[in-house]
């Protein structure tokens, strides 16, 4: 408001006028649509700088091993999964065994960490502080659901840093037929009947192998360890490395034996367990061979239908007693991308009853790594008799952070021993794992 005053001295108050007062018609036109221009501006630009911001989409990445052609599931399940978890994903890798532990070393090393691993082992990575504990991506009712003895047997430092997915165990599987034929009425229980079985097998029933004995990389150290069990022999024992111990040579002695007499197949260091040993079998070319839970469903699939199969104990050298090899899987998470949320859900997701119920289906019918499905599972008569067995298991000593390389030299060279000289090889890899623990 301003003050003026009149020529006759009185004062008067008055209201300026606004600027667009004094504009033409033609100027105020274009004044107003300048005016609305700004006001639309303004207002979008409010929209973007103080809408809050939309929480962006997780992806979580996933390596896992191949049981049996496992990628259809996993993707089946992540799809299931998103659907249920808005704004999570999961891509999940599926990768063969032979190359599983080369690939997660190499994602590792170039700064592509994995959220989620499934695989054979997890203490180097634990040791390398790269996992988060068992109990922080997976809730209590899950964690508690997982059986203690597989539980136990997934810590690093007394503290679990995996999850069992599940576990197998192993059996002497024979081809009734074929002994039937060679005239062999009870089975062996020491070396010394399993070699004269085999000689037997050998003289009366032409073109089959008696034993045969995959020593090569895919799961040298399975077959190894086996054997070397039934013999009192161990890859770890009491707190150190016994690869070249007495019982070990001597193990590997008794199979470089049974080699040279034509009671294997030729070359056993060169002989996977899938390619070579169950393809034999499954063709009726093989009288006996170590398998697990799942080679009955496995020979069903690949040709062996028709072999009448028979299963028992493993063989033990004199005085020794048998043992099964228990095998656990695991999941591991780690730490590198942050996202312990977002993984736990994941993996609660994957021990539902149902879901895990499919993984197992899918993975080939192995022993579960939960008490509500292992109640199930001890009805099965496909999995009853390694139930049976796993008293007398023994495991790979996955709580020592050089096991994987241990794994890897005893993949690549173990097999060699019976071809060469067992004291020579059993001295090497025991340098290679006391190296391995520096």
């Known amino acids: 408001m301003l003050i003026s005053a009149s020529q006759g001295g009185r004062i008067y108050l008055t209201t300026p006028r606004p600027a667009w007062a004094y504009l033409s018609r033609s100027e105020m036109k274009k ?3 300048l005016s609305a221009i700004i006001a639309i501006a303004s207002l ?12 962006a989409d997780v992806e979580l990445k996933m390596v896992a091993a191949d049981y049996a052609n496992m990628q259809p599931f996993w993707d089946d399940l992540a799809a299931k999964f998103a659907k249920a978890n808005p704004g999570i994903t999961v891509k999940v890798d599926v990768v063969s065994w032979e190359t599983i532990d080369d690939k997660v070393k190499t994602l590792v090393a170039t700064g592509q960490i994995p959220d989620v ?5 997890y203490s ?5 502080g790269l996992l988060y504990r068992a109990d922080e991506v997976v809730s209590k009712k899950t964690l508690d659901d997982i059986v203690p003895a597989f ?7 007394g503290v679990a840093y995996a999850l069992p997915d599940l576990a197998s165990a192993r059996a002497l599987f024979y081809n009734k037929d074929i002994l039937k034929k060679a005239g062999v009425k009870k089975l062996p229980t020491t070396w010394t009947e399993l070699e004269a079985a085999l000689k037997t097998i050998k003289s009366k029933v032409k073109g089959v192998y008696p034993y045969v004995i995959p020593l090569g990389p895919e799961e040298a150290q399975a077959e190894f360890a086996i054997w070397a069990g039934g013999n009192g022999g161990r890859i770890f024992d009491k707190g150190k490395w016994t690869i070249n111990s007495k019982a070990n040579v001597d193990t590997m002695a008794f199979i470089k034996k049974l080699t040279s007499q034509g009671l294997t197949q030729p070359n056993p260091a060169k002989c996977d367990r899938t390619a070579c040993a169950q393809t034999l ?12 839970v799942f080679l009955p469903a496995w020979l069903k699939d690949n040709g062996g239908a028709g072999i009448n ?5 493993f063989v033990a050298a004199p005085g020794k007693k048998p043992v099964t090899l228990g095998v656990q899987d695991y999941f591991t998470a780690y730490k590198a991308n942050g996202r312990k949320a977002e993984i736990t859900k994941w993996l609660d997701f994957i021990y539902e009853p149902a879901n895990y119920a499919a993984f197992l289906k899918a993975a080939g ?8 499905a292992g109640a199930a599972a001890a009805k099965d008569p496909a999995l009853a008799p390694f139930i049976k067995l796993l008293p007398s298991a023994i495991f790979y000593p996955g709580d020592q952070a050089a096991w994987p390389a241990v794994k890897g030299a005893l993949q690549q060279e173990v097999g060699t021993a019976a071809s060469g000289d067992p004291k020579k090889v059993m001295d090497a890899l025991q340098k290679k794992a006391e190296a391995a623990s520096k």
């Open 31 to 33: 004044a107003s649509r």
């Open 365 to 372: 019918g192995f022993i579960p790594a939960t008490k509500s």
């Open 281 to 292: 079998f499954a063709q009726g070319k093989a009288a006996f061979i170590n398998g697990s």
């Open 309 to 313: 199969l028979g299963s028992g104990s």
């Open 151 to 157: 539980l136990n047997n997934s810590k690093y430092n």
């Open 44 to 55: 979008a630009l409010a929209a973007i700088v103080g809408a809050p911001a939309k929480a």
């Open 117 to 121: 691993v499934n695989k054979g082992d």
């Open 124 to 128: 180097d990575a634990a040791a390398a």
